[in-house]
């Protein structure tokens, strides 16, 4: 599509499956910061901590695949629409928590509303993408979702710090029903979901997918992935509030900092692996990338025997601040370079077998594996030894993970479908969705 991003975010579905991508971006990024204030108010242990992000991703554990089975025979629209309707329902609960048993149910919702956005959206814009144009659809989506994260981070630091929990979780509720009216409005009816129930189970879908290399590859490189990255996540505003004791504010300007370059470089990334090829290169290099980023985290702690407070616009940074900011701006341009490549691969792989959202959701899985052991080790090892050996073992998981896709991708790769029929995606066509249909006129 002429003029990349932008010219994306001129088609009103894509716009509309974009605001889906926002709100869950923005509230995701908001909460994260929210739990490090919690952490601190109820003085909870690191391994605590960690069962904050175990019970969510535990959560998204059970639904992911049944989740994409029903997405590729259903009407994903329908489940976007619930995604959004649980979310509000999320911010409400965490208004009202009071206790660590509170916020561990409440991420549970929150899991369950996060993977039917994610899951769904991811989906929908992969199959709606035109031809030869996926790359920028999908990392222009990426793209609004790191914008929004980035927002997330700014905007909601500053409600945190200055109006508290009330008004930024009602903030966060009017940016949902929002974007729960544009997709209601302008996103056709039973997008995707064009595979036959009849055909195959959502088992045999997975088994299938499975006796791929690639997939396989893919599998264990997300599993090695998620360990370390979400550990980055979850206790990096952690560590800045509890040990480094900077404020809200300051600390949702690490988090902007790396959001930033995802947001500026991913959809041109996208549209970079769309004409090199090689997308798994692209994965290799960033992972390797964001594993330095997070070895970064631990030496904040150190910073101030090396390096002098600045002065920026009339804000003092702390030298903890800035190896914070310089640590996640690195770990910003490692999504950028991997993000694009691996969603178009699992899409690539799904489409042999007429499972894309099975595919997508394999994906997930795979980073619920991780996403549910990583914070919750990481978190016992940091109590056992210091916050240096606990990102370490973040950062030496993801090298391993690295290199255990790089070796075993090239062993089959994906056919060379040139030569298949082509796809009809003319309107009213047998593989197109009828937009008459759709009652109105992307994640």
Request: charged share 15%.
């Amino acid at each position: 599509m002429a003029g990349g991003s932008l010219g994306v975010l001129r088609d009103r579905e894509f716009l509309a499956l974009s605001g889906t991508a926002f709100a869950r971006a923005q509230a995701y990024s908001t909460i994260a910061i929210a739990l490090a204030l919690y952490a601190d108010m109820l003085g909870t242990s690191s391994t605590v901590e960690g069962l904050f992000a175990t019970v969510f991703a535990l959560a998204q554990f059970v639904i992911v695949l049944p989740l994409g089975r029903k997405i590729d025979t259903g009407n994903a629209k329908r489940y976007l629409l619930a995604g959004l309707v649980l979310n509000v329902g999320v911010f409400v609960g965490f208004w009202m928590v009071d206790s660590v048993a509170d916020i561990l149910l409440v991420r549970v919702v929150q899991g369950l509303g996060a993977s039917l956005l994610w899951i769904t959206g991811s989906t929908v814009v992969g199959e709606i993408s035109p031809d030869g144009e996926r790359g920028q659809w999908l990392g222009t989506y990426n793209q609004v979702g790191a914008f929004s994260s980035f927002a997330g981070d700014l905007v909601g630091a500053y409600l945190l710090d200055v109006h508290g929990f009330g008004v930024t979780y009602a903030v966060l509720a009017g940016v949902t029903a929002f974007a729960t009216l544009l997709l209601y409005s302008w996103l056709r009816d039973n997008p995707g979901g064009r595979a036959d129930p009849d055909e195959q189970s959502g088992r045999e879908a997975i088994e299938r997918l499975l006796s791929r290399t690639p997939i396989r590859a893919l599998v264990v490189f997300r599993f090695g992935l998620s360990f370390g990255k979400m550990c980055v996540i979850l206790f990096l505003p952690i560590y800045a509030v509890t040990v480094l004791d900077i404020p809200t504010l300051y600390v949702g300007g690490i988090l902007a900092g790396g959001k930033l370059t995802k947001a500026l470089t991913q959809g041109y990334v996208g549209g970079l692996t769309d004409r090199v090829g090689s997308k798994h290169l692209f994965v290799f290099v960033g992972a390797l990338l964001y594993a330095v980023g997070a070895l970064l985290i631990p030496f904040a702690g150190l910073a101030g025997a090396y390096f002098s407070a600045m002065t920026v616009a009339g804000y003092t940074l702390t030298p903890g601040f800035q190896v914070l900011f310089i640590a996640f701006g690195v770990c910003g341009v490692a999504d950028s370079i991997r993000l694009p490549a691996s969603m178009a691969l699992f899409v690539e792989e799904g489409e042999q077998f007429d499972a894309v959202a099975a595919s997508m959701s394999l994906r997930s899985i795979a980073w619920k594996v991780g996403q549910i052991t990583g914070p919750f080790l990481v978190g016992v090892v940091w109590d056992l030894t210091d916050v240096f050996t606990a990102f370490g073992v973040a950062s030496v998981t993801i090298v391993f993970a690295a290199l255990a896709f790089i070796t075993l991708y090239t062993v089959d790769p994906i056919p060379d479908l040139v030569d298949e029929e082509p796809v009809d995606l003319t309107p009213g066509g047998p593989n197109q969705c009828d937009e008459d249909a759709s009652g109105a006129d992307d994640d």
